[in-house]
């Protein structure tokens, strides 16, 4: 079976969700090789390996760290095209952030191959080659699609399975980088580290809570995050409450925020504009509390309530704690 590359983003930290979700996901269409960039323990390793990966290349040279995506784009680039030569690539899964969009973008022009992003599911054909799902236009429609030239690059969105297990022990590769001049065209030049709660990242996070306009001021989050913190989610926003300075930039969901993939979105005193629902129109089941029934988020629930959320939300936080205790 020929190698499907994963892309971890793990940046030093542990390995996270997304990672586990692409290696149960890669186990689809072939042997899943990790690439992991950064400074790896045994740990990680062997976390790779209990979901599944065969082999983990480990690119760990702090000089990657000091530029911008180039580098990353060279060393899979180079495992990529090693593979490539032997007819042993399968295709190229990494996940849908930023970065991760970016170097699969590069990668795909460096082999020739075609990239499909902001997939949801990753099934197989006959032929056991790989077909990507996607959900557009505010998840009116589900397209399938595949790659005809060259090997797969697949961008696959947080959430989009379930990390399974399938134990194995990897073979482990030490890949030295060597730093072409391109690579070394942007140097990052200082970093700071962005304040962390107990709560999931807003993009991996498999439950995400999110109010709008409709809690009436900041102090109402407390709200959204008492239910977040009883579900084990993440907070989210809209641009108008966040604008008003009820919430940090940084929770904004939508086409000029984050994009999320939960399996459960909850949307409260939110309208449902285009462009709040561009980023979060693949969550699996929404459910919406709004006190106004024609407001256009409720063409995207599967649950619905009608009503204040000053009152529904309590409650239904309230019903949560009787049924726990
Ligand atoms: P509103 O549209 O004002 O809706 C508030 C809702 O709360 C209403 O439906 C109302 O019925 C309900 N409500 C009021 N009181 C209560 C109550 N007590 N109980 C229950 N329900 C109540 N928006 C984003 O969210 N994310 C983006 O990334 C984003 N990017 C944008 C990019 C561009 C270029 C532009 C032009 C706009 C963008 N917007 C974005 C803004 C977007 O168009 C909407 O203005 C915004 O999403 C509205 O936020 P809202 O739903 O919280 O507010």
Known sequence: MSHVLVLVDA???PIRKPALELLTLARRFGRPAAVIFGAVGGTAVEHLGRFGAATVYVVDDPAVREYLVLPKVDVLAEIAGRLQATGD???VLAGAGPEGKEIAARLAIRLGSGIITDAVDVTTDDNGRPVATQSVFAASFIVKSQVTVGAPVIV???NAVAPEEAPRTPEVEQVKVT???LARAARITSRAVRESSDR??????????SGGRGLGGAE????????ADQLGGAVGASRAAVDAGWYSHSHQVGQTGKTVSPQLYVAAGISGAIQHRAGMQTSKTVVVVNKDP?????????????GDLHV???RLSEEIDRRRS
């Open 11 to 13: 940046a030093d930290g």
């Open 294 to 306: 024609e407001a256009p988020i409720f063409e995207l629930a599967d649950f619905g309530v009608v």
């Open 156 to 158: 696959v969105k947080p």
């Open 312 to 314: 529904v939300l309590p």
């Open 89 to 91: 690539l399968a295709g």
């Open 200 to 209: 999931p990242e807003l993009t991996d996070a498999s439950v995400v809570v």
């Open 179 to 181: 730093l072409s001049d």
């Open 220 to 227: 109402a989050f407390g709200l959204i995050e008492r239910l």
